[in-house]
RNA sequence: GCUCUAGUGGCGGAAUCGGUAGACGCGUUGGACUUAAAAUCCAAUCGGGAGCAAUCUCGGUGCCAGUUCAAGUCUGGCCUGGAGCACCA
């Protein structure tokens, strides 16, 4: 064996091997239970960034941890290849996004080798690929046929810049969440998934999902936004038979209704507007549809509006107020009006200040009543000036007051969600394109199944601006009628990227099917995922979509669960210098360098050092350096007992004789590493006691000058447990090892270290005794000695003695195997 | 504003059940080896105080209270950072 540690080499030849030999390819037919350990698949940018590297780092070592525990394991790998970036770079270069995507692919795949990872590259999927995108057309198809996929028209969120709409998940802070340029209102008609249907069982069902962070759980609980009220419908004065309903989580407020705010974009809103006051309510919509988002959002909570002119009727109490249009009340949700009590809501006072409209207090803390002339009091309360309902607890009169509506025929109880339908259309070329035509005579027609897939158009020009590429083609939306055979026109938008990925994890249990996109039995054989690994960033968007997917397709029978993803770990940014990489910042770290000069196994292990995998890591040269260290230490350390060490050593003496501290040592770390990688997959723990180990073994034979039988066998023992522990993350130098202590096969393929829990700690202990709770004393005593011992060898150490001497002995507490706590006054 | 999450040495972080706070590493300082450097190895490293010294002592896990023989860990209140949502009626 070499004595110095030459990863490139090492790392470049088993990279070879790995690849001729098939090494990580997977069984569908294995006895062995599943384990599927996935990572985010990445867009392909270009080259890797430190991110990927730690994403696909932590999912390779709990997959090959896994494999090692006897599980048939799937980790797979594929690329989410559809997107903007690439129309901009075949823009900008006069390329084709399809040849752009195809190299970065192709670099990064070599990146990902050089990394060490363990995929089965026979399971790749590439969602820009025919083969892939069919079935994101199939499947778009069988939502289609229930009902879940429809067109409407709708006021949208646009980006100028890239020249499509985004979905509402896609705005953030009134921007663009790729290129960061403000969005705008626009009206169009535009294809929806109707994830809405699906609001309340997304939300319950993350009751399943123990797996999962709270952090994520809840973000997609307040995404989905369920709220229990009253829907009151209140009659115009002046319009005969024109009702406005509103929507409202405060029925107990009823009776201080003093006005009513309807949204801008309200459908009956001409209706409702006055001759007189025709003009200025025009103006104000007119405006209110200019604007974008973040000038909605600028405006800081001043709140604008105008009259309409026109009344409504309180049917509780009998009193007119007035209506009036302003843009804080949302079209889209609820029913897009209003009921205003500002002396019971924030917003409403508001408005009610700057407009100076009246106010009635109806709810009130009886040991401290509030007027309501500085804030509105939203606190729990008794029912004041509500007729009937007056000194009724508020959350009881909101059963009330709204089951009096359900009698008297004006309203009824409502839950409401602010989750709204997924809008997939983008404007777009690099994408799935939408499998539906347009006939004169038959509307709507989907293309018909053994039509698919509707191939993207090559004919096209990538220059244009404010319009999709795709329309630019002579031959893509001219067609026929798939029905009647007359005259058709091809929907030219594509999907959301989000559709591609909202189901390529099933694809991987299936990745060659030519008649379906997975086949049920194999779906149901791989699926649930048991361990997700990615960014936090997709916590709503991704996995959301996911999730709706997998419950839609379970509906249309083409897999039994409802639950993709069993366990999620979202992984903390990598930082460099307290900021996140970004090249915009110029602090980013280049991978193809750390591999050059440290190598992966380096990189590997530095990434996953110093931070447990969901928090934030913090790059830094000197931590590399470290990492690139210890290898070379541990090298060292099996190249300089080479000669000692034998893969066929015996331990075979009694339990009882096993007086040897590296032994124990040995089978501490089994135990401990096993448990941190089990335990929430903490690696900072696992590789501190990869050094621990190595420590003791250094120590262990420095303090020995010749080795006898028995001590070359612990030798054995010792080393072949460490480069089994650390084979996981040192994939590389291991398997190098391995083969030169002359293992056979590979030490990926070894099944994972036993240890022996009585074995497992140390052979003494060590008896801390405290005096008034502060430790006064530590005796290395005997594990077994009773309770009763314990509090005797305490009370005869000297200094327990000197301390207590003279004082009253209160109280003897004896924790044990521990602890002895003597309470003296 | 609401929701989630975190707060421990110079730094990253460790500490199954409430039971030795600071594992492991980075950095720093001193030393060995070397003509020299790199590499490597050894030692020290939370703060204050006492002592020539081994050592002893006090304080210490964002802040303030509480429960307990014992609190980084549990309870109540507050402060700060990060993330997400944000006029959702």
């Given amino acids: ?8 080499e090492i790392e470049k030849k088993w990279q070879k091997i790995w690849e001729e030999n098939d090494a990580f390819h997977v069984d569908d037919n294995s006895d062995k239970p599943k384990y599927f350990a ?5 867009y392909p940018s270009g080259k890797l960034h430190m991110g990927h590297v730690r994403n696909y780092t932590i999912t390779d070592v709990i997959a090959r941890f896994k494999k090692a525990q006897g599980f048939n394991v799937l980790h797979p790998m594929g690329w989410d290849s559809f997107g903007l970036p690439a129309e901009n770079a075949a823009m900008k270069h006069g390329a084709n996004p399809e040849t752009w995507t195809d190299e970065n692919i192709a670099y990064m795949t070599k990146q990902l080798k050089m990394l060490g990872l363990s995929y089965d590259w026979n399971r790749e999927v590439t969602t820009c690929k025919p083969d892939y995108y069919k079935w994101t057309q199939w499947l778009f198809l069988q939502l289609y046929k229930k009902g879940l996929a429809y067109k409407k028209e709708a006021a949208v969120n646009w980006c100028d810049e890239c020249g499509t709409v985004l979905a509402n998940e896609q705005v953030i802070d009134g921007k663009c969440w790729r290129c ?26 993350l009751d399943k999902l123990p797996g999962w962070g709270d952090n994520v759980k809840t973000m997609q609980a307040n995404w989905i936004g369920k709220s229990h009220g009253a829907i009151f419908r209140f009659k115009v004065k002046e319009v005969e038979g024109l009702e406005v309903p509103v929507y409202t989580t405060r029925p107990d407020t009823v009776h201080g209704i003093t006005y009513l705010v309807v949204a801008p974009e309200y459908k009956d809103i001409e209706k409702l507007t006055t001759p007189e006051n025709k003009a200025a309510v025009e ?16 405006t800081e909570r001043v709140k604008t509006g105008v009259p309409l002119g026109t009344h409504g009727i309180n049917p509780f109490t009998g009193e007119e107020f007035p209506l009036w249009t302003a843009d804080y009340a949302l079209v889209e949700y609820g029913t897009g009006a209003v009921m205003a009590v500002p002396t019971h809501d924030t917003r409403d006072f508001d408005f009610a200040k700057k407009f100076n409209l009246p106010m009635k207090v109806v709810i009130q803390n009886p040991e401290n009543p509030s007027d309501c002339k500085d804030a509105a009091y939203t606190e729990p309360g008794v029912l004041v000036n509500s007729g009937e309902f007056n000194g009724m607890k508020n959350e009881d009169a909101k059963k009330a007051i709204t089951e009096k509506a359900v009698r008297e025929g004006f309203g009824e109880f409502k839950t409401q969600y602010r989750l709204r339908d997924w809008l997939i259309s983008r404007q777009r070329y690099w994408g799935a394109p939408i499998p539906v035509v347009y006939c004169e005579k038959c509307g709507i027609v989907p293309v018909p199944e053994d039509q698919l897939p509707v191939l993207l158009p090559k004919d096209v020009d990538f220059s244009v601006v404010g319009k999709s590429p795709i329309t630019t083609s002579p031959t893509f939306a001219e067609t026929t009628c798939p029905h009647c055979g007359g005259k058709a026109r091809r929907e030219t938008d594509t999907m959301d990227t989000f559709v591609c990925s909202s189901w390529y994890y099933l694809r991987y249990s299936d990745p060659k099917n030519s008649n379906l996109p997975f086949a049920k039995d194999k779906v149901n054989k791989w699926l649930p995922v048991d361990q997700y690994v990615g960014g936090i960033e997709h916590a709503i968007l991704h996995l959301l979509y996911s999730r709706f997917f997998t419950k839609a397709l379970r509906d249309l029978g083409l897999l039994d669960f409802d639950e993709p993803f069993k366990n999620l770990l979202t992984q903390g940014m990598v930082l460099k210098d307290g900021s996140k990489m970004s090249k915009s910042k110029g602090n980013t770290v280049d991978p193809d360098e750390i591999f050059e000069n440290f190598g992966a196994d380096t990189a590997r292990l530095f990434i996953l050092s110093d931070s447990p995998p969901a928090r934030d890591f913090d790059w830094s040269d000197a931590g590399v350096e470290g990492c690139y260290k210890f290898l070379n230490r541990v090298w060292r350390l099996i190249a300089a007992n080479a000669d000692d060490i034998s893969l066929d050593y015996k331990l075979e003496f009694p339990l009882a004789k096993v007086n040897d501290d590296l032994v124990r040592n040995v089978h501490i770390a089994m135990k401990g590493i096993t448990n941190d990688i089990s335990n929430d997959f903490q690696f900072n723990t696992v590789i501190s006691k990869y050094r621990e180990l ?43 090892a391995w083969a030169e202590l002359g293992g056979k096969g590979s030490i990926h393929d070894q099944p994972w270290c036993e240890w022996d829990e009585n074995l497992a700690k140390a052979s003494s202990i060590t008896l801390v005794v405290q005096v008034n709770g502060k430790v006064k004393d530590k005796i ?31 109280k003897v507490i004896v924790v044990p195997k521990k602890l002895v706590n003597i309470v003296v006054k």
């Fill in 694 to 736: 190595t420590n003791a073994i250094y120590e262990w034979r420095g303090a020995k000058k010749e080795l006898n039988a028995e001590d070359k066998a612990v030798m054995s023992f010792a080393i072949i447990s460490l480069i089994k522990l650390m084979s996981p993350v040192a994939v590389h130098l291991t398997e190098e």
């Fill in 38 to 42: 996935l990572s985010m698949f990445p």
């Fill in 283 to 298: 103006e104000y919509r007119a405006n209110a549809r200019k604007m974008t988002e973040i000038e909605r959002l600028s």
């Fill in 780 to 810: 290395e005593v005997d594990e077994a000695l009773s309770q009763d011992e314990m509090k005797a060898v305490a009370l005869d150490s000297p200094r327990v003695k000197e301390l207590t001497d003279g004082k009253e002995i209160v």
């Fill in 1 to 8: 064996m070499k004595e110095n540690y030459f990863p490139q």
């Fill in 180 to 205: 960061d340029s403000v969005v705008e209102k626009k009206y169009l008609s535009q294809w929806f998934f109707k994830i809405t249907d699906y609001a309340e069982v997304l939300l319950e069902d």
